[in-house]
């Protein structure tokens, strides 16, 4: 038995999820606060309603559990260990593409933090998501970066025409876990194809983890998620780079979730925020 399969076939029963919903905030936390109020000049009594009513809408298009919560308020890339040298590179004209990029509050740091616009890229299933950015940080005229509204796993995929061998920094939050473990795969298969083939190319991000990986059935979707450990997240790694004929070095580390995360995760989940770095070597 592989490793991979040994590990799969240790997993406990699969946990359900009630919907991923919470009453409106009353506080948003930092550093997504003090980004709307100088990035994008809401007054600070204003943010929370701002907020609060943006998300209400946006949850009606669809009941991700980063919209219902408000985790896309908890912003991974300064907890990423290199984030200074991402956004070194992203400087020095490397290419960043935020894949999944929802609302692109990763994409407003990043740039609000001196990345040049024209070297940062946002992509989404939904266009509707991408302009709900716009209205959240109120900079459709000053932003500068370019959005794609695209399925990675379409055989016409505009990442795929456009970026393959190109990007140096692919940001995947809340993105990997949204499938089974084979498709898990597949995807990691189609982000590395977009990276320029050369050492330091990286794929950054968090996710939801697991003490023991698991599946995860959600009330909005027929198939359950897998949901990783930081053992099976580096086993995937190993899949991908035997299948694809690359070698990675990955890095993943365990983080508590911030208060609104941890509001509804089933507590036999044994749920953690697992933030990971996955470099071309």
């Known amino acids: 038995m592989s490793s991979i399969e040994s590990a799969m076939s240790e997993a406990p029963p699969a946990v359900a999820m009630g919907p991923s919903y919470r009453p409106a905030l009353t506080q948003v936390p930092e550093p997504a606060r003090t980004l709307l109020e100088k990035w994008s000049g809401i007054a600070p009594e204003s943010i929370a309603k701002h907020v609060n009513d943006l998300r209400d809408r946006a949850y009606k298009v669809y009941p991700y559990a980063s919209i219902g919560l408000f985790t896309f308020l908890d912003l991974d890339l300064p907890l990423c260990p290199d984030y ?54 109120l900079d459709k005229l000053k932003l500068g ?3 794609i509204t695209d399925d990675i796993f379409s055989p016409e995929s505009i ?39 050369e050492p330091g190319s990286m794929i950054i991000g968090s996710q939801v983890g697991s003490k023991r990986a698991r599946a995860l059935e959600l009330p909005v979707s027929k198939d359950p998620l897998f949901i990783q450990s930081l053992k099976t997240f580096r086993l995937l790694w190993e899949q991908v780079g035997r299948e694809t004929g690359v070698k990675f070095e990955v890095t993943v580390e365990e983080h508590r979730f911030s208060e609104q995360d941890a509001y509804a995760w089933p507590e036999e989940l044994e749920a953690f925020r697992m933030i990971f770095v996955v470099r071309r070597t």
Not at 177 to 185: I, K
């Open 159 to 197: 990442l795929a025409a456009e970026f393959t061998n190109r990007l140096h920094i692919v940001h995947a939050s809340n993105f990997f876990h949204l499938w089974n473990w084979d498709r898990q795969v597949e995807a990691a298969k189609l982000v590395v194809k977009l990276l320029a083939p």
């Open 84 to 137: 200074p040298e991402v956004l070194q590179r992203v400087k020095n004209g490397q290419l960043f593409l935020d894949l999944g990029c929802c609302f692109a509050q990763e994409v407003r740091l990043l740039i609000s933090d001196g990345a040049p616009p024209q070297n940062v890229y946002g992509a989404d299933l939904s266009a509707t998501f991408i302009d709900m950015g716009y209205e959240l940080f």
């Open 145 to 147: 970066a370019r959005f």
